[in-house]
């Protein structure tokens, strides 16, 4: 844990020794979400016990008071790791991350929510009977704060999913899933460290994790996602947009050589909707189609992602050959 870090008197590791499930969530500044988020984890009905660790990263706009008066009402479930500093997303992450005890590890972040009460029970009693299931996830719902209308996250709608299935694209939301502990941890120590840091978030542990077993998907609508104007995946700046654009090719074509799958398809569909995203982008925010375009052809080539490098390789066939043994 950071220096800067210290968690919140409570009772949690007498009262859960052993944890089936780590919900984890990191808030900062979600003041007008936290209680609905918070709420929807304490409403869950389970046969089991879970701990609730709130990674709360000194928020200024009253989140951080609502978080401690959870605490205090909860002292046997929740667990509140904080700062006297803000540490950054990646940060507060991780040392939430490296808290979890449990056999299991759920997220639902500070702006999001869950809407199932029985949403862990379900996705725990999966995985109990398929110790091949790496990540179990659930179908669930898009919310535009802005709207607010609501439709259904989009999916492929498939029950499991396989590699090649998350190199079109990611097929799952953070909010809705269920990982194994001891796999997402190989991640976070064997190879994040060594690979390239793309924008996508857990994008990058769901293909890893499909290397140890396999991803499968409940149709039950358990979890609400927030979308905001401006979030961790979600830009109003043009020039954010389009680097976040091509992070997510690059990420794709990066597992693709890993996986050691044909990535010329990717590479093609990477420069062609690069430049469709220039052209739509500076049409939206009337801007010069040159200066955007230029942006794009140094996202593709100047600033595309490195191949990965041979350690990497070695790593993952090594946790690839794991899986082939058991």
């Not at 008066?69 to 006297?84: G, L, N, Q, S, W």
């Not at 498939?158 to 809705?176: H, K, M, S, V």
């Not at 389009?242 to 990066?254: G, N, P, T």
Request: proline share 3%.
């Amino acid at each position: 844990m950071d220096a800067f870090s210290y968690e919140l008197k409570n009772n949690v590791l007498n009262a859960v020794p052993e944890p089936m499930v780590s919900i984890r969530t990191s808030a900062y500044n979600h003041a007008g979400y936290i209680r609905e988020c918070i709420e929807g984890i304490l409403n869950q009905k389970t046969d089991f016990k879970f701990e609730y660790i709130i990674g709360e990263d000194f928020s200024t706009d009253g989140t951080r008071e609502i978080v401690f008066e959870y605490a205090e009402k909860y002292p046997d479930i929740i667990r509140v790791i904080t700062a006297d500093r803000n540490l950054g997303m990646k940060m507060n992450g991780q040392r939430c991350i490296d808290a979890c005890r449990g056999k299991y590890i759920a997220i639902c972040e500070g702006d999001d929510f869950w809407i199932d009460s029985y949403k862990l029970q379900k996705q725990v009693d999966y995985m109990e009977s398929h110790p091949e299931c790496a990540v179990c996830a659930t179908e669930g719902y898009r919310l535009n704060q802005a709207t607010g209308e609501m439709a259904e996250l989009p999916t492929l709608g498939l029950e499991t999913y396989t590699p090649q299935d998350f190199l079109e694209g990611n097929q799952i939301f953070t909010l809705t899933t269920l990982a194994r502990a001891s796999w997402a941890r190989e991640f976070y120590t064997e190879i994040e460290p060594i690979a390239p840091r793309f924008m996508m978030g857990d994008y990058t542990l769901w293909l890893y994790m499909l290397t140890r077993g396999t991803i499968h998907k409940l149709s039950d609508k358990c979890a609400v996602y927030r979308e905001l104007s401006q979030s961790a995946s979600h830009y109003k700046d043009p020039y954010k947009q389009l680097r976040f654009a091509a992070s997510s090719y690059d990420l794709r074509l990066f597992y693709n050589r890993l996986y050691k799958f044909s990535s010329s398809s990717m590479l093609f569909r990477k420069f062609k909707n690069i430049y469709l995203w220039c052209l739509h982008l500076a049409h939206e925010h009337n801007l010069k189609r040159r200066s955007l375009l230029w942006e794009g052809f140094k996202l593709c080539t100047i600033e595309a992602a490195s191949l990965p490098s041979r350690k990497l390789r070695l790593a993952f066939k090594q946790l690839q050959n794991k899986k082939a043994l058991k």
